[in-house]
């Protein structure tokens, strides 16, 4: 193995970033329990069914776009003017959608995962999180959703119980609060 190996695996062991930045904190956080939720746990699977509808809805918006410029293109303005009419509220429309999907479904969501039971049931695993700006508190919330029930449990601490004052993510102890909150939830399965 070269030197150049070498240097690129000890950049890969630690992640760090600028700790005044909070969105930054944020997402280097979401990356830490994204990795310590699927590291070990290799029966469940990553869904991307969040992701996939905010792609195609603004896919859609794009198209309508650039629907709008060729046909105002080949067409026109004063001839153009019901399909341009047209595109622009759809547009806009999609756009509503979009922020209505992203505020009240997706909620801070960046991991979605199955689960399949020995029984043939799926199980569907959730992790959200939220940071409020100019705050250090990092919401945690990791849920199970079955056909009967759904469960959620939460964690709230200071980012700076996962991040060194060099700015460097302690995925050991994001996977530990990753792994508590877990096994909490798969024992309250366990027990119903």
């Not at 030197?3 to 997402?27: P, R």
Request: proline share 2%; glycine share 4%; hydrophobic share 40%.
């Amino acid at each position: 193995m070269s030197k150049k190996d070498d240097k690129s695996e000890q950049f890969d062991e630690f992640v760090k970033i600028n700790k005044w930045d909070g969105t930054a904190v944020k997402h280097a956080l979401d990356d830490a329990v994204k990795n310590a939720l699927f590291a070990t746990r290799p029966h469940l699977k990553e869904q991307f069914g969040l992701i996939n509808t905010r792609l195609i809805l603004c896919t859609l918006a794009v198209g309508v776009a650039i629907m709008a410029h060729g046909w105002d293109f080949t067409h026109p303005f004063p001839e153009s003017k019901p399909v341009l009419m047209f595109c622009v509220v759809g547009y806009f429309a999609l756009m509503g959608v979009l922020t209505l999907h992203t505020t009240f479904r997706e909620k801070g969501t960046f991991a979605v995962a199955t689960e399949k039971m020995s029984s043939g049931e799926r199980r569907l695993w959730e992790a959200n999180s939220d940071m409020k700006k100019y705050d250090d508190k990092y919401t945690l919330v990791l849920s199970i959703k079955d056909t009967k029930s759904l469960k959620e449990t939460s964690s709230v601490k200071s980012c700076a119980s996962f991040i060194d004052a060099n700015g460097i993510v302690l995925d050991n102890h994001v996977a530990n609060e990753v792994n508590r909150l877990y096994n909490t939830l798969s024992i309250e399965k366990k027990e119903k």
